[in-house]
T-cell receptor, first 108, second 114 residues
Framework: DAKTTQPNSMESNEEEPVHLPCNHS???????IHWYRQLPSQGPEYVIH???SNVNNRMASLAIAEDRKSSTLILHRATLRDAAVYYC?????????FGGGTRLMVKP | DTAVSQTPKYLVTQMGNDKSIKCEQN?????MYWYKQDSKKFLKIMFS???????INETVPNRFSPKSPDKAHLNLHINSLELGDSAVYFC?????????????FGNGTRLTVT
């Protein structure tokens, strides 16, 4: 299994930035880093992915460490709708296996 | 329009029964998947189909049999249901590009075996 390590839970205040960390020390040079999130009672939703360079899209930013052994998902202004479980994963052998993720709680 | 739809949303059944979960995607994707999410929220891939052909079959009991009548549908049939099969099952699809392409998930089927 492709292993990642994330904190079990994090808290944030509404409209503040959130930095969600992930360690993936066994990642190989060609594995992409993917982030998904799962809102209550829904399926996982794609957030962002990257290989080496930092990436931005309308949902979030992804900062990847130079050695690629860790990455950080950045939500620039958390809203109540961002409360979800965030999964950091990388593919190994053409499949994505999701770990336990980080439960993000957003306080008004 | 729902991109990846699964039916039923909830399924309660007794041990030993046979049941099916249906999945359809209207995104024109070539690859479809079944994932199982256990009580600890770990999502594990079960099967992957590309253009109706099986490409991944993880360590899943052979009581689970996927069927893909066409590339827009991937159904999951489960024989002789056991208590340990209780979980949420997610169908997903992705465009060409392998795992570099985002997965699109359905909203899941919560299976409870009593």
């Amino acid at each position: 299994d492709a292993k990642t390590t994330q904190p079990n839970s994090m808290e944030s205040n509404e409209e503040e930035p959130v930095h969600l960390p992930c360690n993936h020390s066994t990642i190989s040079g060609t594995d992409y880093i993917h982030w998904y999130r799962q809102l209550p009672s829904q399926g996982p939703e794609y957030v962002i992915h990257g290989l080496t360079s930092n990436v931005n899209n309308r949902m979030a930013s992804l900062a990847i460490a130079e050695d690629r052994k860790s990455s950080t998902l950045i939500l620039h202004r958390a809203t109540l709708r961002d409360a979800a479980v965030y999964y950091c994963i990388f593919d190994a052998g053409n499949m994505l296996t999701f770990g336990g993720g980080t439960r993000l709680m957003v306080k008004p | 329009d729902t991109a990846v739809s699964q039916t039923p949303k909830y399924l309660v059944t007794q041990m030993g029964n046979d049941k099916s979960i249906k999945c359809e995607q209207n995104l024109g994707h070539d690859t479809m998947y079944w994932y199982k999410q256990d009580s600890k929220k770990f999502l594990k891939i079960m099967f992957s189909y590309n253009n109706k052909e099986l490409i991944i079959n993880e360590t899943v009991p052979n009581r689970f049999s996927p069927k893909s009548p066409d590339k827009a549908h991937l159904n999951l049939h489960i024989n002789s249901l056991e208590l340990g099969d209780s979980a949420v099952y997610f169908c997903a699809s992705s465009p060409p590009g392998g795992t570099y392409s985002p997965l699109h998930f359905g909203n899941g089927t919560r299976l409870t075996v009593t």
